[in-house]
């Protein structure tokens, strides 16, 4: 088990890692802040399930592959706790709700949504 628990994580931690300067989404309002600041730095939108071992390994995927510290705002939801603001997401930018999901934003608007296994913080560069 604790082979499992060391490639995917435990799947009861809910908190993103420390390394990352994630910023917890946690209220409706700061979507209108995630479109106001995607005009100085495209922003990424990680939406993650606590409870999905894939969820848990493409955020550590994504996390060991992310380079872009000044260049991209990071945003982390909790979906589990805040699945009115995964709603919310999927109807202002214009996105299919998936878990896991990495959105960016720039300009206001969704430029790039992968999920599962698509999701690779390399993706990111091409938006920068």
């Given at each position: 088990?604790?082979?499992?628990?060391?490639?995917?994580?435990?799947v009861?931690?809910?908190?993103?890692?420390?390394?990352?300067?994630?910023i917890?989404?946690t209220?409706?309002?700061?979507l209108?802040?995630i479109?106001?600041?995607?005009?100085?730095n495209?922003?990424?939108?990680?939406?993650?399930?606590t409870?999905?071992?894939i969820?848990?390994?493409a955020?550590?995927?994504?996390?060991n592959?992310?380079d872009l510290?000044d260049?991209?705002?990071?945003?982390?939801?909790?979906?589990?706790?805040h699945?009115?603001?995964?709603?919310?997401?999927?109807?202002?930018?214009?996105?299919?709700?998936?878990?896991?999901?990495?959105?960016?934003?720039?300009?206001?608007?969704?430029v790039y949504?992968a999920?599962?296994?698509?999701?690779?913080?390399?993706?990111?560069?091409?938006?920068?």
């Amino acid at each position: 088990m604790s082979f499992i628990k060391n490639i995917f994580g435990s799947v009861s931690d809910e908190s993103p890692r420390l390394n990352m300067d994630w910023i917890s989404l946690t209220d409706l309002e700061q979507l209108n802040e995630i479109t106001e600041l995607s005009h100085e730095n495209p922003v990424v939108i990680f939406k993650h399930s606590t409870r999905c071992s894939i969820s848990r390994m493409a955020l550590k995927q994504f996390e060991n592959e992310f380079d872009l510290k000044d260049k991209v705002t990071p945003y982390f939801l909790d979906l589990l706790k805040h699945r009115e603001i995964s709603n919310e997401i999927a109807s202002m930018f214009g996105v299919v709700h998936q878990s896991p999901q990495m959105i960016i934003v720039k300009e206001g608007k969704t430029v790039y949504d992968a999920s599962h296994s698509d999701i690779a913080a390399e993706d990111l560069k091409r938006f920068v």
